[in-house]
């Protein structure tokens, strides 16, 4: 199923992604702040014509109706449309995700909750048998019970600004009582800095640096590299 993100010019991340008819009702709002005449390019190309309010209104909607997965759109407003990109349009693929089989029990949840708020995350997977790189240590990716493989499970983004709020959105859900994953996560690491229940709070990760979000729970035994 295609969806549509919206990121504005000055937001961390996008926002999540909508189905067409809310995506187009979004963007109705959003236009209203937007400078006219302003221009289009399409998938990072050649800047189109400047346009008026009623044709950048109609453009993104035949460009919803045509969009392919992956499809970008931007538009930029006023007249030095080079400098202004005011809105960046991702078409994007969001499909039911079914949770691993082989995965720990709490992490099958969280990557659910995690694909379905975020359709820009990546799975980059969750059982490798392997020690952490430089140590003796198997990695959480490495433990398994009866029934499952992997005690880790790694996210991945488009940039550096999704990963870390994808990793402060986790470490809330651990630390909120309220929330189903409430202690139930034992580490989360992003790039180079580390959370971990027993501390409570984000310290500096002495560790390989990470270009994704790691998570892992305190679940099963370590496997035999």
Partial sequence: MIQFTFHERGMDHPERPRRRAAFLIRCWFKLRKAKFPGRFRRDGGDFGPLRSSGEAHRIIRTWTKLATVGARLDFFDGEDAADQMRFHFRAVEVAPPIPAPETAPPL???????????????????????????????????????????????????????????????????????DDFYGKVATVIVHNRIWQRETGRWLPYGGIFHFHVHVDVDEGVACNP
Avoid at 141 to 152: E, L, Q
Wanted: one cysteine or more; glycine letters at 14%; a negative charge.
């Fill in 108 to 178: 099958g949840p969280l990557y659910v909750r995690v694909m379905l708020k975020h359709g820009w995350a990546t799975n980059l997977g969750n059982w490798f048998c392997r020690y952490i790189a430089g140590t003796n240590t198997v990695s959480r990716h490495g433990y398994y019970g009866s029934y499952w493989k992997g005690a880790a499970q790694d996210f991945g983004a488009d940039n550096a600004g999704q990963l870390d709020f994808l990793a402060e959105e986790i470490v809330g859900w651990t630390t909120d009582p309220s």
